[in-house]
């Protein structure tokens, strides 16, 4: 086994995976945090937030997208 192919395994591993599992997750209960701002209104004070957690939640769903799926 070459020195890439372990580096290689041992990124996915340690790194991609725990980021891929959080992410996805994190993706599935951002819609949550949704209902209380849009119950409180998007006002001056809340649309920041509001759109911070929109950009979140996309950035989350990009990183989470492949977990579960087989590896080829």
């Known amino acids: 086994m070459a020195l890439v192919d372990i580096i ?3 990124s996915h591993q340690f790194v991609a995976a725990p980021i891929q599992i959080i992410s996805f997750w994190l993706s599935v209960t951002l819609p949550l945090f949704y209902v209380p701002l849009i119950f409180e209104g998007l006002g ?16 989350t769903l990009f990183l989470g997208r492949n977990h579960r799926q087989e590896q080829v």
Not at 44 to 55: C, H, T
């Open 8 to 10: 290689t395994s041992f």
């Open 44 to 59: 001056a004070k809340v649309l920041p937030l509001f759109v911070g957690l929109l950009i979140f939640h996309v950035v």
